[in-house]
Nanobody, 114 residues
Framework: QVQLVESGGGLVQPGGSLRLSCTASTSAFGIATMGWYRQAPGKQRELVAR???????NYADSVKGRFTISRDNAKNTVYLQMNSLKPEDTAVYYCNGYPIYWSWGQGTQVTVSS
C-alpha cells in the first residue's frame, strides 16, 4: 500500500512563507503527475498545483505567482513552496497523484494568522 507523508506545515503570519514536502512510498512516483491539494474547514478539497513527471506545472488561479511546486524523483518527494501567504490559504494540505491514485495521507496543517 502506498504511503503519502506530508510535512512542513505550521503557523505563519500573513505575508510569510512555508515549504511543504511530501514523500511517496512507490516506485511509480517518477512517472506520476503529482498534485498538492488543500481542504479548508467546511469546504471541499481542491487542487492547488500539479507537476508532471517531466516538470511541467499548473496552478490554481488563487495561488498563481505565490506558490511553486517542484519535485525530486530521486527522493520520491514533491514540494510546495508557498510565499506571500494569506489567511485564506489556511487549510490542511495533502499530496496525491493527479488524477488521484492513492489513499490520502494525514496531511499537514497550514494556518495563516496574525
Amino acid at each position: 500500500q502506498v504511503q503519502l507523508v506530508e510535512s512542513g506545515g505550521g503557523l505563519v503570519q500573513p505575508g510569510g512563507s512555508l515549504r511543504l514536502s511530501c514523500t511517496a512510498s512507490t516506485s511509480a512516483f517518477g512517472i506520476a503527475t503529482m498534485g498538492w491539494y488543500r481542504q479548508a474547514p467546511g469546504k471541499q478539497r481542491e487542487l492547488v498545483a500539479r507537476i508532471t513527471s517531466g516538470g511541467s506545472t499548473n496552478y490554481a488561479d488563487s495561488v498563481k505567482g505565490r506558490f511553486t511546486i517542484s519535485r525530486d524523483n530521486a527522493k520520491n518527494t514533491v514540494y510546495l513552496q508557498m510565499n506571500s501567504l494569506k489567511p485564506e490559504d489556511t487549510a490542511v494540505y495533502y499530496c496525491n497523484g493527479y488524477p488521484i491514485y492513492w489513499s490520502w495521507g494525514q496531511g499537514t496543517q497550514v494556518t495563516v494568522s496574525s
